[in-house]
């Protein structure tokens, strides 16, 4: 079995969960697993699929953020996986309710027990959310795992899979979250890929696909970035409105936390667009300073501001100079001004 490092307990109960199903009269589960993007949501349902796909079935299918969803998207990537008929009826598209009739029907009859995973649901169509809605409502009585994954930085307050989740039977829920690595688990990681663990912990925020996408790197790279952790991070930051994107620039520019009186100066800092930006989860607030929540994060964007970065430094010079800030503070933009 594949061991996938501080992640052993949610591994353990997701086999225990397939494993209970042996045994034709136990109950559906719905398994909900938040987690942000690099956490290992994705390895840690392939490691458990390696281990138990000779007893269960495993459909598996995702939602893309797509400007204009496909319908049922993830039943569509489901389709080699499926039985003839049911995949029959996913090609010819039609009524929803028949479409669920006809899954329900398949994992009440079941021979062998059935896992749907459902992943990125935060991107989840109309009638993908109505499906898991339904589904959630009757897991208990079907021989399968209903298994949702997804952001929980792309699920705001009103955000319609929050209806959803709600739903669900709290007996029949299993809920793994996933955590960042400890600097333990990062050190690790850092020795069995002979690189020093120094600063990466801070760096990365113990997320796992950045910590083993940096130690995979080689040195020198523009900003200490590879193109894949740079391209991740700014699809996050990419998908904000654009008050929250502006306020994210602003903070990359600064080597230290910026007070929320300052950028309401910068960028007006309207409540809404901080309250995004904190659901991302790509910054914090202490106090009443904002940081981003890892370096790596601040780089990105940093990098991203290049052609325009000198005229930004010298707004925030003189925005700190209005304030008689630390010398230190206004040397460093003063510097970066030119």
Known sequence: MTRLLEREDSQRRLLDAVAQLADPQAPGRCVL??????????????????????????????????????????????????????????????????????????????????????????????????LLRILGRRVAGLRALLVLAWRPGEVGEMHPLRSVLAGINSHAALRLPLPPLSGSAVAQLAAQAGRAAEGLLEATGGNPFFVTELLAAPPGLPGGLPVSVRDALLSRVARLGPAARELLEWLALSPVALELDLLRSLCGLEPAALDEALASGLVQLAGEQLRFAHELAQRAVALSLEPRAASLHAALFDALSDRAAEPTRRIHHAARAG
Request: no cysteine; proline share 9%; charged share 20%.
């Open 33 to 130: 697993l938040p987690g942000e993007a690099g956490m290992g949501k994705t390895s840690l349902l392939r490691a458990v699929r390696a281990s138990t796909e000779v007893e269960a079935d495993w459909w598996w299918g995702a939602s893309e953020p797509l400007l204009a969803p496909l319908p049922l998207a993830p039943l569509i990537d489901m389709l080699p996986s499926l039985p003839a008929r049911l995949a029959d009826r996913v090609r010819r598209g039609g009524p929803v309710g028949e479409l669920v009739a006809e899954l329900l029907v398949h994992a009440q009859l079941a021979t062998r027990p059935l896992v749907l995973v459902f992943d990125d649901v935060h991107w989840a169509d109309d009638a993908t959310l109505d």
